[in-house]
């Protein structure tokens, strides 16, 4: 991956279209990735085709033996019928799924943290963390100011104590990786999108922290364990929605960390801490975008 070619204008792509149970396309799709596909797409869950995309500039029967054996293992577990076909057409135009590459370019997010798409080296004067980046169509490259927001409540709430962190709406997983590069102990990152997940799956894979975050598409509501900092950026009515519930899982002494909210909605959400006898402890603002810190009281049990 990461070919300069990439950027050309004229590029032109390969379509590889796959039918196959979708119960194989999680499997797959990881597989497709690590060949160096730059999207994945389905039509949706009972959909059987799974199309993903090389730049084309590789050679159609490597391609074919690397994707058969694979296809075949596929086979030999699953016994579908009918059996996994694959085919491939070459497209002109850059599909969507792979458009926002253009568009990414590193970024330093915070004084301690560069984001740095995939395909680009580090730069020889870069220090503090790096967190290698291909987001997809997933929210959080670090370039929205919420995320930003809730990067540097991370730096500012976490010290040398061990912590652990739920994320919740991972998006590309941006938030969540953090966590493990500054030293939590734990982390569960959610989301409600599939897509997103595997996303952040890739993006967890691509920085050599896998073991590290636990992905899941687990609903807020029914997370049994308690964190340390719980961290939500989402729109304002699923913070509403899930307050008590977030709250639930942070631990007594720690904290909530919300964003999605924009400048003027800040004081309702503080308002909603002073009703649960919580302590909103900060506002932080960039731009029309607030991020609000709410601490629990108490001592860890
Ligand atoms: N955490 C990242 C991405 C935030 S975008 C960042 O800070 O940049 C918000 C994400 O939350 C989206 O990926 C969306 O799918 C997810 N989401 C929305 N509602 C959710 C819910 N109720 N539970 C879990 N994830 C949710």
Redesign the pocket.
């Known amino acids: 991956m990461g070919a300069p070619s990439q950027h050309h204008p004229s590029l032109q792509w390969l379509e590889l279209s796959i039918t196959i149970d979708p119960v194989a396309h999680d499997a797959l799709s990881s597989f497709l990735f690590d060949m160096g596909c730059t999207g994945i797409a389905t039509q949706g869950e009972a959909d059987e085709c799974l199309k993903a995309y090389l730049p084309f500039n590789e050679n159609i029967e490597e391609i074919r033996e690397r994707i058969a054996p694979f296809l075949k293992t596929l086979q030999q577990i699953f016994s579908f019928d009918p059996s996994p076909t694959l085919s491939f057409s070459k497209i002109a135009d850059q599909p969507w799924h792979v458009a926002w590459r253009r568009f990414f370019r590193p970024i330093t997010v915070t004084p301690h943290l560069l984001i740095l798409p995939e395909w680009e080296q580090i730069p020889s004067d870069a220090s503090g963390h790096v967190i290698r980046m291909d987001p997809g169509p ?3 490259t670090g370039y ?1 100011e ?2 930003r927001l ?1 990067l540097e409540a991370m730096e500012q709430l976490t010290g040398n104590r061990p912590w652990t962190m739920l ?6 997983g ?2 969540a990786l953090y966590a493990a590069m500054l030293g939590a102990d734990r982390i569960l990152a ?4 599939p897509e ?1 997940l595997r996303w952040a799956k890739r993006n967890a894979r691509l920085n050599g922290l896998s073991k590290a975050v636990e992905l899941a598409s687990t ?2 509501e029914l997370i049994n364990s308690q964190f340390s900092i719980v961290c939500a ?2 729109m304002l009515s ?1 913070i509403k929605r ?1 307050f008590t519930s977030l709250l639930s899982h942070t631990e007594p002494g720690g904290w909530l960390i919300l964003s ?1 909210i924009l400048r003027d909605q800040a004081g309702f959400v503080s308002s909603l801490a002073d009703k649960t006898h919580t302590h909103c402890g900060d506002i932080s603002y960039e731009g029309e975008w607030a991020c609000v810190m709410i601490h629990k009281p108490g001592e860890k049990a």
């Open positions: 997933a929210f959080g929205h919420t995320t809730c994320d919740v709406g991972t998006g590309s941006i938030l959610v989301d409600i999108d997103a609903p807020v950026n989402l699923e899930l999605g």
